[in-house]
């Protein structure tokens, strides 16, 4: 399973670098840093990680989304263009894979949304889980279908479970097959600790320390 850290901040980035396979932006998260110069970000991030960067586009028509992705994907290899699950998202999806751009289809809520996607050539497709369980639906339900429906017709786009907001949403998305998963900062720091780990680990040190008479 891919790991894709959820921010655009630099420092958060290089805290984690050796552990995830890429980042994921989107405009909310980009409008947050100090430096607004996106070519500029988008191009940092990717010197920093080995995998894809997923960067959305800001135009809501076909021919924008279509000349901004290539735009996009002139600023590094790792750039992945990031489009939503619209009509004109899905053609512009279409037209950029064909041009051989990554592409990740975001703002999925549905299996046929999905099914789309796929059809389309979309690199990734990402399922929000956390808003869909705000609407009293259940997110990771989503993930197992659309895993299931991939499955069955042999599609190659990768599952990426987004709006992850806790580390129960990481467990489960794993646990439901999806092939990557982007978190925020919060929910990745939760990856590397367990409470029991750091009792073990007190209890150890307090009794070599007991050992040597310290």
Same mark, same amino acid.
């Given at each position: ?69 290539? /735009? ?37 809520? /549905? ?17 929000? %889980? ?12 989503? %993930?197992?279908? %659309? ?68």
């Amino acid at each position: 399973m891919e790991i894709f850290l959820d921010t655009a901040d630099i420092s958060a980035i290089e805290k984690y670098k050796d552990f995830v396979d890429g980042v994921t932006t989107n405009p909310s998260i980009l409008s947050r840093q100090k430096k607004k110069d996106v070519h500029d970000i988008v191009l940092k991030i990717s010197r920093l990680v080995a995998g894809p960067v997923s960067v959305e586009v800001i135009s809501g028509d076909f021919g924008g989304m279509v000349r901004e992705g290539e /735009s996009l994907a002139k600023i590094h290899p790792n750039v992945c263009v990031k489009l939503p699950c619209t009509f004109d998202g899905l053609r512009a999806c279409k037209t950029l894979s064909n041009k051989g751009i990554a592409t990740n289809l975001t703002l999925c809520f /549905s299996v046929p949304q999905a099914m789309m996607a796929a059809k389309c050539g979309a690199t990734y497709v990402s399922p929000f %889980i956390g808003r869909i369980d705000d609407i009293g639906q259940d997110g990771i339900n989503l %993930i197992s279908d %659309i895993v299931e429906v991939y499955g069955v017709y042999g599609f190659e786009t990768k599952v990426l479970s987004a709006s992850v907001r806790n580390i129960n949403h990481f467990i489960q998305a794993a646990m439901a097959g999806t092939d990557a998963i982007t978190v925020p900062e919060k929910v990745l720091e939760q990856v590397f600790t367990h409470p029991l780990t750091d009792i073990g680990l007190k209890k150890f040190m307090d009794d070599w320390n007991k050992s040597k008479g310290k």
